[in-house]
T-cell receptor, first 117, second 115 residues
Framework: GAVVSQHPSRVICKSGTSVKIECRSLDFQATTMFWYRQFPKQSLMLMATSNEGSKATYEQGVEKDKFLINHASLTLSTLTVTSAHPEDSSFYIC?????????????FGPGTRLTVL | AQSVTQLGSHVSVSEGALVLLRCNYSSSVPPYLFWYVQYPNQGLQLLLKYTSAATLVKGINGFEAEFKKSETSFHLTKPSAHMSDAAEYFCAVSSMNTGFQKLVFGTGTRLLVSP
């Protein structure tokens, strides 16, 4: 149980284009999902908290107009990187917090490797 | 504010040897503590978690961790390393006070296992 998927696993795009990444909780409902960014050989940096049916909460320094988050259902959150540039190249990981029980655990997706040329 | 410190960016052990990965935390409220493992180009997999119940927590793949409040530590151990244990390990902290909205990660420790 507690499986989170991400799609796509890898994406290469040209500078200036937009890329959408999907995060799905497959066997549980998640009111809250999280988006992280991980630079090579570094830890995870929380970008934003995605809440179903409401606006996402962005961490300080994260451009909300560049990283658009939509959490339209209890099992799906999307991250759209708009007008991508090479510096946006990174490993993006989502997680979902289960609604059941105490909801104290985040389950992570397999990540999406974004390369902007 | 909460924080986690992982001592040692790299730990090398021989196959069959004891694995010890260190994690110290800082929290003004009772913490919930987690260990995650990340294999190359993959997401994070939960190994185990401490949520204020038993201080010795057993996880998957033979790993366990002990919560020591007096030492503000939550070190991860495994009696005998396998080659398949080679990966990046992250310690993380959250708390009920923040509604588990924030998971703060340490910088990670890469475990290297030699034959």
């Amino acid at each position: 149980g507690a499986v989170v998927s991400q799609h796509p696993s890898r994406v290469i795009c040209k500078s200036g284009t937009s890329v959408k990444i999907e995060c799905r909780s497959l066997d549980f409902q998640a009111t809250t999902m999280f988006w992280y960014r991980q630079f090579p050989k570094q830890s995870l940096m929380l970008m934003a908290t995605s809440n179903e049916g409401s606006k996402a909460t962005y961490e300080q320094g994260v451009e909300k107009d560049k990283f658009l988050i939509n959490h339209a259902s209890l099992t799906l959150s999307t991250l759209t990187v708009t007008s991508a540039h090479p510096e946006d190249s990174s490993f993006y990981i989502c997680s979902a917090r289960e609604n059941r029980g105490t909801g104290d655990t985040q389950y992570f997706g397999p990540g999406t490797r974004l390369t902007v040329l | 504010a909460q924080s986690v410190t992982q001592l040692g960016s790299h730990v090398s052990v021989s196959e069959g040897a004891l694995v010890l990965l260190r994690c110290n935390y800082s929290s003004s409220v009772p913490p919930y503590l987690f260990w995650y493992v990340q294999y190359p180009n993959q997401g994070l997999q939960l190994l185990l978690k401490y949520t204020s119940a038993a201080t010795l927590v057993k996880g998957i793949n033979g790993f366990e961790a002990e919560f020591k409040k007096s030492e503000t530590s939550f070190h991860l151990t495994k009696p005998s390393a396998h080659m398949s244990d080679a990966a990046e390990y992250f310690c993380a902290v959250s708390s009920m006070n923040t509604g588990f909205q924030k998971l703060v990660f340490g910088t990670g420790t890469r475990l290297l296992v030699s034959p």
